[in-house]
């Protein structure tokens, strides 16, 4: 069966960091798209396949990046200066379908996506 995990949130103050992990199961995240993304808005992080460009919305750039490591097959979000808006459920997700990073990530353009791991940014 094939499912996707995410792992690495937790409780953290605000100005603090978080590194997120996304693996997979039953297939090979280097062959799709990934995008990173809560239950409200757009995609806080996406990276193409192949050429590995990457997009992100105003509301993380410069604070957040998304990077494989293709030995592993996985997928992080490092996010730093961290927010009470970043708050929230996040999840990882597929995308095999012919699109644009900047496409995917603003329309959501997604497969397959985990359970996701809770992030909480709090004094």
């Known amino acids: 069966q094939v499912q996707l995990a995410e792992s690495g949130g937790g409780l953290v103050q605000p100005g603090g960091s978080l590194k997120l992990s996304c693996t997979a199961s039953?297939?090979?995240?280097?062959?799709?798209?990934v995008g990173w993304f809560r239950k409200e808005g757009e995609g806080v992080s996406c990276i193409w396949r192949g050429?590995?460009?990457?997009y992100y919305p105003d509301s993380t750039k410069g604070r957040f990046r998304i990077s494989r490591d293709k030995a592993n097959d996985a997928v992080y979000l490092q996010m730093n200066d961290l927010k009470p808006e970043d708050t929230g459920v996040y999840y990882c997700a597929t995308f095999g379908g012919q699109s644009t990073v900047q496409e995917m990530c603003v329309r959501m353009l997604y497969d397959r996506w985990g359970q996701g791991t809770q992030v909480t940014v709090s004094s």
């Open positions: 050429d590995g460009s990457t």
């Open positions: 039953g297939l090979t995240l280097e062959r799709y798209a």
